[in-house]
């Protein structure tokens, strides 16, 4: 029943290739605004036949999986039939277990809004001569996403984060905020080592959008990326990948990272989220 699909789909694209009259009517349109027919004819040729072979029996397509232009492409058998014919009834069950909640994120275009100002009088120890230092933290969903920093200087850093901490009340208060905001932190001048009494400049923006919606945050159960390759419970994918034996397996071919992966996600699809940014030297 699966192949009468394909032999369907294939006949749909002979008709609408071979279409007499206008399309002004049509559903489906074949224009370079709407369906070209390059690609038409393209999938028809090319993809359909493999298609159609995937639901008779393996089939095997060497691709770069991992989307990394430095590693070799890899032959991966497919098979669209097991992963059809007998569905799993709980596709989360396909993956290593995870929860899910809600989040709130701004929808919509987004307005930046920045503040700044100076933190006097913070007192720094300083183990050798300096000429700079400069810390950002990067917050996403309310939480921190990344940090930077030049010349780390443990007091430098805590009176920062204490301000930060100080400051994010307002933030939270604001029921426009998309939790994304930008903190920076500066001192510019030449400190020799011993104890010093700056000022501290800051700069900060963060973004408000007039909608707000919910985004889901995915939280796998495993802490580290050994322990979640480890917990694929079905790394076939319920026989759509039959030569995967483990999740070890499932990373290598399409290139989950140990240095890319986190135990919790947001998945947004909003267009608010770009991060907003803060010169080093000012707003």
């Known amino acids: 029943r699966f192949t009468d699909a394909v032999d369907d789909i294939d006949a749909a694209i002979t008709s609408l290739l071979n279409e007499p009259h206008s399309q002004d009517q049509d559903l489906l349109l074949t224009d370079p605004d709407h369906l070209a027919v390059a690609d038409l004819l393209e999938f028809q040729a090319d993809d359909l036949p ?9 089939v095997v397509h060497t691709e770069n999986w991992d989307g990394y232009s430095w590693t070799p492409d890899v032959a ?10 007998a569905p799993s009834a709980d596709m989360k069950q396909l993956l ?14 987004a307005e930046s809004v920045r503040d700044d100002g100076v ?14 230092l400069y810390y950002s933290v990067n917050f996403e969903y309310g939480e921190v996403d990344y940090t930077n920093m030049w010349e780390y200087n443990e007091d430098f850093v805590t009176a920062a984060d204490e301000f930060i901490a100080s400051y994010l009340p307002t933030l939270e208060a604001d029921p426009a905020w998309t939790g ?20 501290m400049d800051w700069n900060m923006s963060y973004q408000t959008a007039d909608t707000m919606v919910h985004v889901a945050r995915i939280t796998w159960e495993q802490q580290s990326f050994a ?23 499932v990373c290598t071919v399409f290139g989950f990272m140990e240095e890319d992966w986190e135990q919790s996600y947001v998945l ?5 989220h770009e991060p907003p940014t803060v010169d080093p030297w000012g707003p």
């Open 227 to 249: 322990d979640w390759a480890a917990a694929w419970p079905h790394p076939t994918v319920n026989g759509l990948l039959p030569d995967m034996t483990s999740g070890t397996d």
């Open 119 to 132: 933190i006097e009088g913070v007192v720094i120890d300083v183990p050798y001569t300096i000429y700079e």
């Open 76 to 85: 991966l058998t497919v098979n669209l039939l097991d992963f059809f014919s």
């Open 180 to 199: 994304t905001a930008y903190f920076s932190f500066s001192y510019w001048g030449n400190l020799e080592s011993g104890q010093h009494t700056i000022d």
């Open 268 to 272: 947004d699809w909003s267009d608010t």
């Open 50 to 58: 493999h298609i159609r072979q995937g639901f008779e029996e393996d």
């Open 96 to 109: 290593p277990p995870y929860t899910v909640t809600l989040e709130v994120s701004g929808h919509g275009d």
